[in-house]
């Protein structure tokens, strides 16, 4: 199969998850690996100190132009200047318009939610089309809290229920508190806690050894460990091995939290029924989506804003990629223009393939944009990617198979080798493929062949 020039730094290859191979000539291995998605090797837009693009780096191949432009961006949202408009990436199907947009996102921080959309979510018969585009906003926000609390670390040394007489009936007993005690490297500490403290220790399955951690305000307990000083010699345990707490049993902890304003939205607007088997079954069956209000939306910025002021959060505004976009009409374009004017707004990234398209009415919106065109590739930018792409699904490919592979082969193919034995995948294995897949333009010329016989 001849690899044409539309193949995309993103790399559509079919993901791989955990599989198990059998060798016919030696003894059979397990191969252990995470899922590789579709643009698992982009790490960034591969930039210089000086904002010069790398032939390839960061798992992009060529596409230099559009990179630094996209770098450029980047700088802008740092430095707080790009609020109030979008970026739109034009360009071919498979040019990496998607790969850019996740470029910029890991280019902003690992912890700078990233929510991508196809233009036709808009379209729900369940919800309107400005509410899911007010969804996908509000996801993108994040909201950074930090959080002092009063805690209670160290490993488990004692645990004693105290029970005494039911006072509710005359039968049976009942726990009335819980004695337990805490030993860090610095001391330790005997506490008396109340019985639904126990509860909960029984629910984490905590036993003497381990490592807990309690919040003194809310009583939540955590398991965090098993404490070294029963670390065993074997070579395979399933227990997890933590060093003993440094400091005071009794300490004050700072915390961070990170959400996004969706998910307080939707806490807010979730009904809280009762806890009976009839409010259970009627909240699993009830499975339409609940729209979320403008007047709770301005009460969780009501209250986030409160918290910002006072330092206890950050908000850490994020992207929004919108791909198809020409599949907006003009209630959803005039919408965003009104979504782009909040002062959290996050970063607006739209894409599209098509060079002119029609949207009904008048609006405005490649004016409040900056176009970024995305080019095609070489054959030796396509052989690139395509050894790029092997190198992150630890495929070896042997002499002449670049020139003819196609990126959704690379895992097809890798199999047929490991079954005749070999490490590299050869070309008699891109034979045996070709003749159990077709490339797109073999598909499209058989059926053209076949219409035209039906036809006549």
Request: glycine fraction near 10%; charge should be negative; charged fraction near 25%.
């Amino acid at each position: 199969m001849k690899v044409t020039s539309t193949a995309s730094t993103s790399a559509a290859a079919a993901g791989s998850s955990t599989s198990t191979s059998a060798l016919p000539n030696g003894p059979s291995t397990t191969k252990s690996s995470s899922r590789i998605a579709p643009h698992s090797h982009i790490k960034g837009l591969g930039l210089d100190n000086e904002g010069f693009a790398l032939p390839t780096a960061s798992g992009f191949v060529g596409q230099t132009t559009a990179r630094e432009a996209c770098g450029v961006v980047v700088d802008l949202i740092k430095s707080k200047k790009f609020s109030g408009r979008a970026l739109l990436l034009a360009g071919a199907p498979g040019t990496g318009k998607t790969a850019l947009a996740l470029a910029i996102s890991q280019e902003l921080g690992a912890k700078v939610p990233f929510c991508p959309m196809v233009g036709s979510e808009v379209y729900s018969t369940e919800v309107k089309k400005t509410e899911v585009l007010a969804e996908v906003f509000r996801r993108a926000i994040g909201l950074r809290i930090k959080e002092t609390k009063e805690v209670y670390e160290g490993e488990l040394t004692e645990l004693t229920p105290t029970e005494s007489e039911n006072p509710l009936s005359g039968y049976g007993k009942t726990v009335s508190h819980v004695v337990i005690g805490l030993k860090t490297v610095k001391g330790t500490k005997q506490l008396r806690l109340d019985p639904g403290i126990y509860e909960a220790i029984l629910k984490e399955k905590i036993v003497v050894g381990d490592v807990v951690y309690i919040e003194a305000n809310t009583g939540a307990v955590k398991r965090v460990g098993r404490s070294d000083t029963y670390a065993s010699a074997f070579d395979l345990e399933s227990e997890t091995y933590v060093p003993l707490p440094k400091g005071d049993v009794h300490k004050r902890k700072e915390l961070l939290q990170d959400v996004t304003l969706g998910d307080l939205d939707a806490a807010n607007a979730r009904p809280q029924g009762g806890q009976d088997i009839m409010s259970v079954m009627s909240h699993l069956v009830k499975s339409q989506r609940t729209e979320v209000t403008d007047k709770l939306r301005r009460e969780v910025n009501k209250v986030v804003q409160g918290y910002v002021d006072q330092g206890v959060a950050e908000v850490i505004p994020g992207v929004v990629f919108i791909d198809e976009v020409h599949m907006l009409d003009i209630e959803c374009f005039t919408y965003l223009n009104l979504l782009l004017e909040s002062p959290m707004a996050p970063t607006v990234i739209f894409a599209t393939n098509r060079g002119t398209s029609l949207v009904r009415g008048t609006t405005d919106v490649t004016g409040e944009c900056l176009i970024v065109k995305t080019e095609g590739y070489s054959q030796e930018e396509v052989a690139a990617v395509v050894q790029v792409r092997a190198g992150v699904e630890g495929l070896i490919l042997g002499p002449g198979v670049i020139e003819k592979y196609a990126l959704q082969l690379l895992t097809p193919a890798s199999i047929v080798s490991q079954m005749a034995g070999r490490k590299e995948i050869s070309t008699e294995d891109i034979g045996e493929m070709n003749e159990l897949f077709l490339d797109a333009k073999t598909s499209a010329g058989m059926m053209g062949d076949f219409e035209g016989g039906i036809k006549r």
